[in-house]
């Protein structure tokens, strides 16, 4: 398969796994949650509850954890990717706190130790096929620049710092878990001046939090789901912020050659 066959494969899959690639956006399925409500799912997803129950069939406003529901759009047609990026949801105030590093008090947590937990890997979980493949990774991580930040989000119409983690490694065949803390447990943990392009990197915005998670891309440079800019972009190590409140990097996929 040619170079750029195979980044329109890749590409084709991204789409399809955040949810992008459907009917017109005529409908897509969401699975329920422990915990999600009728009413949750329809405030985030900006239906309303008469149309859930008519799309979905239901008598009664009751749901159970593991049901997947329909969730209707307001058209039929594709829309354009801009106009998918430009939706905006409200994060919950509590993390959009924690990630941005201000505390209710407004004061600026201290920095905590780079702890790992007791399960966590020595060894990276896989390995690169070759140098050019861990470039189209930096590049599919690019291709979401500007996609809503949102609170437990995992589609292109909002998604937070995890949930992106992990559905870009999930496009080049690995799992990772679903959130910051358990993500900070797993892989190789790296110094700071060892980061190389495709390790994650930890932060912390509260006392003794491991909070927060982006990708590396090179330079100082990293991507990340952005609560306190409601958007994933890039941002430097080197920018106060993020310098104070660095914990460690976590190398997840490694080349043959650096092994």
């Given at each position: 398969m040619g170079r750029w066959s195979f980044v329109g494969v890749v590409l084709i899959v991204l789409l399809v796994s955040f949810g992008f690639y459907q009917k017109g956006w005529a409908e897509e399925r969401y699975r329920v949650k422990p915990g999600d409500t009728l009413s949750g799912i329809s405030k985030s997803?900006?239906?309303?509850?008469?149309?859930?129950?008519?799309?979905?069939?239901?008598?009664?406003?009751?749901?159970?954890?593991?049901?997947?529901?329909?969730?209707?759009?307001?058209?039929?047609?594709?829309q354009p990717v801009q106009t998918l990026l430009q939706q905006r949801s409200v994060p919950d105030a509590e993390e959009e706190r924690e990630e941005s590093g201000i505390r209710e008090d407004g004061v600026a947590p201290a920095r905590v130790e780079n702890e790992q937990g007791k399960d966590a890997l020595p060894e990276p979980l896989a390995k690169w096929t070759s140098s050019e493949e861990r470039n189209l990774f930096v590049r599919v991580v690019k291709n979401f620049l500007g996609v809503p930040y949102r609170?437990?989000?995992s589609t292109l119409k909002g998604i937070d710092c995890s949930a992106f983690v992990k559905k870009i490694y999930e496009i080049f065949n690995t799992t990772l878990p679903r959130t910051v803390r358990e993500q900070f447990r797993i892989g190789k943990s790296v110094a700071e001046e060892e980061l190389q392009e495709g390790d994650?990197?930890?932060?912390?915005?509260?006392?003794?939090?491991?909070?927060?998670v982006g990708i590396y891309i090179g330079n100082?440079?990293?991507?990340?789901?952005?609560?306190?800019?409601?958007?994933?972009?890039?941002?430097?190590?080197?920018?106060?912020y993020f310098n104070k409140h660095f914990l460690r990097g976590v190398r997840i996929k490694e080349l043959e050659s650096d092994s």
């Open positions: 997803f900006g239906v309303s509850i008469d149309t859930l129950k008519k799309a979905n069939r239901l008598a009664k406003d009751t749901i159970k954890s593991g049901q997947v529901l329909v969730i209707p759009t307001h058209s039929s047609t594709l609170l437990g989000g994650l990197v930890f932060f912390n915005a509260r006392r003794s939090s491991i909070s927060h100082r440079e990293f991507v990340h789901a952005s609560s306190q800019n409601r958007q994933v972009k890039v941002d430097s190590l080197d920018m106060p």
